[in-house]
Structures are given as structure tokens and as C-alpha cells.
């Protein structure tokens, strides 16, 4: 991608959104763009690299929206054939992907999937299918050369064309089949910068996309209205008094932006306000909260008045029913969620290579009873007579049964489950929130609890594998050392590879196992040597 003895340079820039973006060009072209910690290519990189990422292909009308900064939803998705669970293959859950135009496989944007390929089928192919972080004609685009797409031809056009003019004996319905695609193409070739360019100044939230054209002054006060309603609805219903000090930030999120109504946007860049803490002073000088900075550059939500009048008569819609929990603070610890997986083995590869999978494809428990049903379903191994049997065929004896069961032909379902398992490799997947999962191989080691004899008939509590569920060992030695008042360190385990252990004064075991269990919210399971903690002693 990058030519060899070319100087590449770097380029700062600023998003809409107040991100900073790291650009890389070649030859006066961008062709990555590193954002969120994500390093994304342009469309010019596309243009050259089309298979580069999974492409979406929608109809050239929907562009002009997703120049606006609009995201791509999945009913303007053009697929070939019928949507099954095999049409987006097995994409993740914001991966990258790029998205074109019927009738030229060249991409136009690049972006996030807001779904995996699983959830798209599920979805009946409702809701939003790509989130565009880059589009052609944006600034970004206007950095390089702000050439057009080349000409890379469409077999999902070229199809649709071929079966609009197939059908000769449909007659009207022929002849408006082959008018909406003679349609289509006319829009393909009148797709150029000059009529589909995003108009300037706008934002994508957060992108490197241009913009929208500039509310009028009635939508900036629909913009107010809508905002002091949300705001209303979420101070009289859903904040309590418990929930504070609250972070103004977590207050617009999590309890206003639920009161706004289904289809409509509550940005207060679009209002008058322009900023959040402007709005908020705005309630503040009514009387109905009281803001403070706790923190520097933080704002909260320190007071809110239940009593004042003009919660009185507000009426809170019926159709918000839950608003999530309040955002927790930065750098708190979020609690990663632990499945537990198996690796395709050389052993158990027969069973799962029609269905797609490879050596080494690690699969949770609930995917492996499905892909073993569906193996048992596609070859008719079910015995009709016992349903809770399963036929052995040649593959299924060979891989499952010893030398001393080579006369059995049967096995019950969760018997045959089980020696699947057994066959296959361990492994483990951790999600911490915010970030893309981390699959490791072999069982996941729990957190280690042990109490050692030191000199002087004194004791000490080790904590062992902090770092494997993603917690600090010197945070947490820190917050051990001010809450029990003892001392406590962090040092190397005496095994290489293993880590950091933190050591603790005196047996500790009750309270690091309730810090472990409650604030950190690891499940008990993955917490060994509960039982060590001292045995409460009879007065």
C-alpha cells in the first residue's frame, strides 16, 4: 500500500466532534487516518484495495444522506439473493468495513459495523448497519487530490439489471422492473462531486465528514424546547437524590437523551446554547439544579429541586420506562465479561469444516451444540425411532469413541456433546467495555487468594492473576493499604511470565475477598482460596 523509497508525512487535525486525528499521506494523498485508536483507510486507499474491507452496497440516492451525516441503515443494504445468517459471514461487532454504490464497487465511505453479521440477519435487517466515520467529499477527502471514484464495475448491478430483463412473460411488471433499474443507472452516472457533495461546516458525529447545512432559526428553538423538556422529564421522574453528585455528562446522556422522541435528535450544538454547561446554567438561574465543579474540568449535578413549580405540570412521557445506570467516572474500573471457549482441533475438524470453521476457530459452548446439531441435522444422523440418540457415522466413531466402544453405534445428545468438547481445545475470551475482545488459550486462571507464614510467626496475604481480569495490582495494593490500614507492595512473581503479586500485611483474605467480589464484581467462581479467611473467634 505504501510505495517503496516514498516519504510518507503526518498531519494533526481536529474532528467536528473535537477529536484529534493523526493523518498519514503518501504522494500528497491521505491513506490511513488514525481515530479513536483506530487506524482506518481513506478512500483513496479503497479505490486502489476495493476487497481491503467488507463492503455494504447501497443505492446511489442514499449517499446524499450519508454525506449529511447520516449512518447507513440496513434496509437501504443491497444484497445479492435472500438475506441468511451466511450473507455478512462472520463480522464482528465494530469491525471496519467500507460502504459502496450500485453500480460501482469503488467505496464511497469508510465506517463501523453497529452490528455483527449474526445480529444483521437477526434484525431482520432493521435498524443501523454502518456508523460512517470517513465519506468521500469530506474534509478528509479534500486533503488529497479530491480526485473521483474510478470505474470498478458491480456484480450486484449487473445481476439486478440481468433479472429486471429476464422475465418475458410478466409484461407491465417487466417493463417497471426494467424502468426502476434504467433508473439506477441513470443515477450511478449522474453520481459525481458536483451534485452528491456534502455541504460544508456540518458534523458526523464525531467523523471526519463535512457537513450540514445550517439550522434555520425555528429549528434552533425546536432545539431549545427539546432540550428544556428532556431536562424537565429527567429531574422530575428519574433523578434521585442517591444518584448524586451526578456528571453533567452522565446526567445529558443517560437521563435526558431517553425523554427525546423516537426519530428525532437532542444535540446541543444545534441549540442556542451551543454548549451543555451554557444550558445547564440556563436551568440553574430557574432554580431547578445547582452545578459544581468537583473535579477539574468536570461539572456535576450537586442539587435538584423536586418542589419547584415548574415541575409541576410537566407530564412525563409513558413510553420511557428504564434509563440505564449513570455513567461511571474515568478510570474506574469496568469488570470484563468472561466466556468461556473451545478451539477447533486437528480431532474435531470434520464436524465443523463444512460448517466453515478452521483449525484453531475458537467457539463459545452455546455455538458448539449448535454447529455439532446442525452437522447431526445436515447428515440425517438423528435415530428416528429414539430421538435422543444420535447415529455415529464413520467421521463421528472415529473421533469420538475409544478403542474398547468400537462396537457402538448410538450415542445419547448430551453424551455426544460432551466428547466434542472434551476433543477440543480450552480457551477464553475477555471483553472489557469500550474495547475489542481478547481470546486466549487454555483455561483462565482464577484470582489466587493465599496466606504465607513470614518471620516472627507473622502472616501475609498474596494476591495472584490481577492483571489476567484486567485490575491494577498497585491501584488495587493502594485502595487494600488506605482501607485496612496495613501495609502492602507489589512484587514479581517468583515464576517468570506470571506477573505482579501484591502482598498484604497480616491475613486479609475476608476483606480483599469482598473487594474483589463486590467492587470488582468478579464472579466467585474465578475467586480461589475463600476459605482461607480467619474464622470469627466466640466471645
Given at each position: 500500500m505504501v510505495p517503496q523509497k516514498e516519504e510518507m508525512s503526518m498531519a494533526k487535525i481536529s474532528t467536528h466532534g473535537g477529536q484529534t486525528a493523526v493523518v498519514y499521506c503518501v504522494q500528497k494523498n491521505p491513506i490511513f487516518f488514525d481515530l479513536y485508536g483506530k487506524i482506518y483507510p481513506t478512500v483513496y486507499t479503497m479505490w486502489?484495495?476495493?476487497?481491503f474491507l467488507p463492503l455494504f452496497t447501497t443505492w446511489p440516492?442514499?449517499?446524499k444522506k450519508l454525506a449529511g451525516g447520516a449512518d447507513l441503515m440496513l434496509p437501504g443494504v443491497v444484497v445479492k439473493g435472500q438475506v441468511t445468517l451466511s450473507t455478512f459471514g462472520k463480522m464482528a461487532k465494530g469491525a471496519m468495513c467500507a460502504v459502496s454504490l450500485v453500480g460501482n464497487r469503488a467505496p464511497v465511505a469508510v465506517g463501523n459495523a453497529c452490528l455483527s453479521g449474526e445480529d444483521m440477519y437477526l434484525s431482520a435487517m432493521r435498524g443501523k448497519g454502518v456508523e460512517i466515520v470517513h465519506i468521500l467529499g469530506d474534509q478528509l477527502w479534500e486533503f488529497g487530490d479530491q480526485s473521483s471514484p474510478p470505474d470498478l464495475g458491480d456484480d450486484v448491478f449487473t445481476e439486478l439489471l440481468g433479472e429486471a430483463q429476464q422475465d418475458d412473460s410478466d409484461g407491465e411488471a417487466e417493463e417497471a422492473s426494467v424502468s426502476q433499474t434504467a433508473e439506477v443507472a441513470q443515477g450511478v452516472e449522474d453520481l459525481t462531486l458536483d451534485n452528491c457533495d456534502p455541504e460544508p461546516g456540518g458534523d458526523n458525529s464525531g467523523g471526519a465528514t463535512g457537513g450540514m447545512e445550517e439550522e434555520s432559526r425555528d429549528s434552533v428553538e425546536v432545539m431549545d424546547e427539546r432540550l428544556r423538556t428532556c431536562c424537565l422529564c429527567a429531574l422530575k421522574s428519574k433523578v434521585k437524590k442517591s444518584d448524586l453528585p451526578?456528571?453533567?455528562?452522565a446526567f445529558f446522556k443517560n437521563f435526558m437523551q431517553p425523554f427525546?422522541?423516537?426519530?428525532?435528535?437532542?444535540?446541543v450544538k444545534k441549540s442556542s446554547f451551543k454548549k451543555l454547561s451554557k444550558f445547564l446554567q440556563h436551568m440553574q438561574k430557574q432554580g431547578l439544579l445547582k452545578t459544581k465543579e468537583l473535579s477539574k474540568g468536570a461539572d456535576s449535578i450537586v442539587e435538584i429541586d423536586?418542589?419547584?413549580p415548574g415541575l409541576k405540570d410537566v407530564q412525563v412521557p409513558d413510553i420511557v420506562t428504564e434509563v440505564p445506570a449513570p455513567a461511571r467516572q474515568e478510570g474506574e474500573y469496568q469488570p470484563p465479561k468472561i466466556t468461556e471457549m473451545f478451539s477447533v482441533t486437528s480431532a474435531v475438524l470434520p464436524i465443523f469444516k463444512s460448517q466453515g470453521y478452521n483449525k484453531s476457530h475458537a467457539l463459545s459452548a452455546p455455538d458448539v451444540r449448535k454447529e455439532v446439531?446442525?452437522?447431526?441435522k445436515a447428515n440425517n444422523l438423528q435415530d428416528e425411532e429414539r430421538k435422543s440418540h444420535v447415529l455415529l457415522d464413520p467421521d463421528l466413531a472415529h473421533?469420538?469413541?475409544?478403542?474398547?466402544e468400537g462396537d457402538l453405534s448410538h450415542l445419547k445428545w448430551d453424551d455426544l456433546f460432551s466428547r466434542v468438547v472434551d476433543r477440543m481445545q480450552p480457551a477464553f475470551q475477555l471483553e472489557f467495555p469500550g474495547k475489542p475482545p481478547v481470546l486466549r488459550k487454555g483455561k483462565i486462571e482464577p484470582i489466587k487468594l493465599s496466606v504465607e507464614q513470614r518471620a516472627s510467626n507473622k502472616k501475609a496475604t498474596i494476591v495472584d492473576n490481577l492483571e489476567d481480569f484486567g485490575i491494577d495490582p498497585a491501584a488495587f495494593a493502594h485502595t487494600v493499604q488506605k482501607s485496612v490500614s496495613c501495609s502492602s507492595s507489589v512484587i514479581p512473581h517468583h515464576q517468570k511470565n506470571k506477573g505482579m503479586q501484591v502482598l498484604v500485611q497480616g491475613n486479609q483474605i475476608a476483606f480483599i475477598?469482598?473487594?474483589?467480589?463486590?467492587?470488582?464484581?468478579?464472579?466467585?467462581k474465578y475467586v480461589q482460596g475463600l476459605e482461607k479467611a480467619p474464622k470469627n473467634k466466640r466471645r
Open positions: 486502489k484495495y476495493p476487497d440516492p442514499v449517499f451526578l456528571l453533567t455528562s427525546c422522541p423516537a426519530g428525532q435528535s437532542l444535540d423536586k418542589s419547584h446439531t446442525e452437522y447431526v473421533i469420538l469413541l475409544t478403542k474398547q475477598a469482598d473487594l474483589l467480589l463486590d467492587k470488582y464484581k468478579v464472579p466467585r
